[in-house]
Structure formats: structure tokens, C-alpha cells
């Protein structure tokens, strides 16, 4: 934080993912420090909660079923352990969310995405708005097959300049949740 206070005139943060989970707790943590928190499909909690128990308890490695597809950037799966850490994490986040204000954030689901619990990252999101206003959240339909690595064409999202759009819009906007919806069905 100390040092991105140095970088320029905005602290913004974010994450894909389990770095989604340590954005938000950077920003219920630090509220004032970061003027916009941009969440990518949070790991809040698995898709399956039956996944969640094994991760508790398996400890094996994981290894992605597509780890040879284009936009597979630096490592091929990851230790089961390892994901507990993110698991517990996420349930601690969820749970200051409750009664504390973060810094504002932007939330980016996918109907599609098959790896997270969207009901989760959902309930997050009210949690978080009653106590931050100036947050969004949108979440793509399952038509557009937007999956859990949605941040680039390489990575199989043939729109990502729509979540660039957004998350552009976001960090230079002032609006509310309220006012974005507002503004939104005025443009549909």
C-alpha cells in the first residue's frame, strides 16, 4: 500500500480470482487508502460445496484440464492446500463485509463461469453495497460463454473490451449502484 500511495494520484487494486479474494480483503482493510477495488470473479467459494469439503481435506495437487490452452499464463494447477488458505480467507471477508466499509468496488461475474459459487459472490456484493454505495456489480449472461479466465480474448473471452469498458467506467466514475442501475435502464 505504501508504495502504491507513491505510484501516482489513484490507488486502485484487483484480482482474478483467489487475487479477487485478497482485493477485497485489501479493501475492507484499507478502506480509505484505495480509491477503487476492481473484483473479477472472486473466489468466494467453489461452484460445488462438495469441492469446497475435499479442498479442506485432500491434500493433491490440481491440475487444470486445460492447461495447454493459449492464455494458460505461468503455472499449469496448483496444490489443493494452497486453495484452503483462499477458502478460509473468503469466509472472512464475507464475514466483515457485514459491518464494515470497504474501499468502493466493482464486481465482474460470469453466469458461465463454472468455477465459483456466483450465489456467494452475490450475496457479498449486498453486503458490501449497504456499506459502500459507490460499488457495482455486473454479471455477464451465460449466453456470451464467458468463463471463469475472462480477462482477454486469449483466454477464451471474445468480449473483453466489455469488461475493459467497464472497469474504465468504474475507476472514473463517482456514481452509485443506485444511480448506475438508473442510468443504465435509461440507455436500454
Known sequence: MQIAKTLG?????????????????????????????????PYLASRYSLLDQLIKILPIYFEWFNKDASGNFGYKGFCLKSLRIFLQLAKEVSEKAQGCVSAPI????????????????????RKVVKQQ??????????????????????????YEELVI???????????TWVEFKQMAKLIV
Open 9 to 41: 494520484q489513484q490507488v486502485v487494486i484487483g484480482g482474478l480470482s483467489t487475487g479477487g479474494t485478497l482485493a477485497a480483503w485489501l479493501a475492507l482493510e484499507h478502506p480509505q487508502e484505495i480509491d477503487s477495488t476492481l473484483l473479477f470473479t
Open 106 to 125: 466493482l464486481m465482474v461475474c460470469s453466469e458461465a463461469d463454472r468455477a465459483v459459487n456466483l450465489s456467494k459472490q452475490q450475496d457479498f456484493f
Open 133 to 158: 454505495p459507490k460499488s457495482w456489480y455486473y454479471c455477464f449472461d451465460d449466453s456470451l460463454h464467458i468463463e471463469h479466465r475472462m480477462m482477454t480474448k486469449l483466454e477464451d473471452n471474445d
Open 165 to 175: 469498458t467497464l472497469a474504465k467506467a468504474f475507476v472514473e466514475s463517482d456514481l
